[in-house]
């Protein structure tokens, strides 16, 4: 390990300040951050560095530490976090687990589990306590390991980079860092750190990366963390550009109803791909693997205009004339209202899967037993016919509404005639709306061209 003079030492000090700079965007006054701080010489090197120079960039930060329960180390180790802590007038928080007996009801493998447990805890702690942001102390090995697992295990080229600088309000400002970077400012600086004797078990797969195939890996490029993150740089612009452009369209072109989300496909198919897999993630809240997406490709491939892909059990999409829904496919929701119009000067406003209907009456007085004054707002059934006798079926073929709409739209019936005189943007009875003294009028909901 070479040695770090003090110019190495600034060097080392402005690189962080600089990524602090690029990730709050230039201002990091009044920021509050969170540090997920292990005992680890990587993340007592980011609470050095944070507390170091939190006068200069004026943020507030605090520490959380997370007791796995697995070693019979770990409550020293929380320990001694708590004591650095305490020296440094930082805030401690802590909180522990049992992270095996998580693993075993959930038939989870050790290192899942305890990733799972960790991020909760991490996520509680900063909602309870106010901290914007958590900072972790991922670092560029990190990155390279994570490359390197996603790659055998099989990924796209977005998955498989797995971590980023910034992922909500999760960052990683050592991650344009090495380990030995690391390693020889805590050297420097003598730092005090534990050492966690887990992270040499070749058992887990990450360990057994880093202690054994990265060592080969170094014998043709001593530098591959460098190149790794280089890489790993490429598919950050990339994936930021494709974001952007799916950001946008959803911004112009999509709705959430309930508990669906609606949004036009952009006519180049790889973008339609990555809408599919980056609303996913968004809505459902968990990732679309190769095999889900490949069942969308080739169903796409196929050429029908109207089609469902089932992703996990009743949860998928289903996609028509150019629009996707997903949520809950299997089986639409039916909804009914009545509303009697019986009243003089009656208005009554409905909010229906974001199409608001506002039905007044025009001052007409009716009898309470007159039909003609109640009316039901529902979604469409089969059968379902205009007033002028036409199928409403065959109304939305002609205007090429797309087939899941027809579980959505609100279709107002006339409980004398049995028939739908009133489709938001579709369709309108207006004389017999005018003879019966009723008026609607629609806002929101979404608009088709004819």
């Given amino acids: 390990m070479s040695f770090l003079s003090k110019l190495g030492l600034e060097n080392f000090t402005k690189k962080f300040g600089e990524v602090l700079k690029s990730i709050f965007s230039e201002t990091t006054e009044k920021v509050s951050i969170l ?144 380990r030995e970077e690391i390693e020889t400012y805590a050297t420097y600086k003598k730092l005090r750190f534990v050492t966690d004797t887990s992270n040499f078990d070749i058992r887990y797969n990450r360990n057994f990366i880093r202690h054994r195939i990265i060592p080969l890996i170094k014998e043709v490029n001593p530098s591959v963390e460098l190149a790794s993150l280089r890489l790993a740089q490429s598919i950050w612009e990339l994936d930021e550009y494709i974001n952007s452009i799916v950001e946008s369209y959803n911004n112009q072109h999509s709705i959430k109803i309930g508990e669906y989300f609606i949004f036009k496909l952009h006519e180049d198919s790889y973008i339609q791909t990555e809408q599919i897999r980056r609303n996913a993630l968004s809505f459902f809240g968990k990732p679309i693997d190769s095999e889900k997406l490949e069942r969308f490709k080739n169903v796409r491939k196929s050429g029908k205009t109207s089609y469902k892909v089932s992703f996990w059990k009743d949860l998928g999409i289903e996609v028509s004339r150019g629009w996707c829904i997903m949520g809950k496919i299997s089986q639409y929701p039916f909804f009914s209202k009545t509303v009697n119009m019986s009243k003089d000067k009656f208005e009554s406003e409905l909010n229906i899967n974001g199409y608001f209907l506002k039905i007044s009456s025009c001052g007409i007085m009716k009898s309470t037993n007159d039909e003609s004054s109640i009316l039901e707002i529902r979604n469409w059934l089969e059968g379902d016919r205009l007033l002028n006798g036409k199928r409403v079926k065959d109304l939305f073929v002609e205007r090429k509404i797309p087939t899941f709409i027809k579980h959505l739209i609100p279709l107002v019936i006339s409980t004398q005639e049995n028939k739908v005189v009133y489709i938001p943007y579709l369709y309108e009875a207006k004389e017999y709306l005018k003879k019966i003294g009723i008026t609607i009028e629609t806002k929101g909901g979404l608009h088709f061209e004819s």
């Fill in 35 to 178: 540090l997920a701080v292990s005992g680890g010489v990587d993340s007592i090197t980011m609470l050095d560095l944070f507390d170091s120079l939190q006068d200069k960039f004026g943020y507030q930060i605090a520490v959380a530490t997370f007791n796995h329960k697995l070693r019979k180390e770990a409550d020293e180790e929380v320990k001694f976090v708590e004591n650095l802590c305490k020296e440094k007038n930082v805030p401690f928080f802590t909180d522990e687990a049992n992270v095996l007996q998580y693993c075993k009801e959930n038939k989870l493998s050790v290192e899942e589990g305890a990733r799972i447990l960790r991020y909760r805890f991490l996520i509680n702690t900063a909602d309870k306590y106010g901290y914007e942001y958590i900072a972790t102390a991922h670092n560029a090995n990190d990155l390279l390991e994570t490359m390197i697992l996603r790659l055998i295990k099989g990924t796209g080229p977005y998955g498989l980079v797995g971590m980023s600088p910034i992922n909500g309000r999760f960052i990683k400002p050592l991650l344009f860092f090495t």
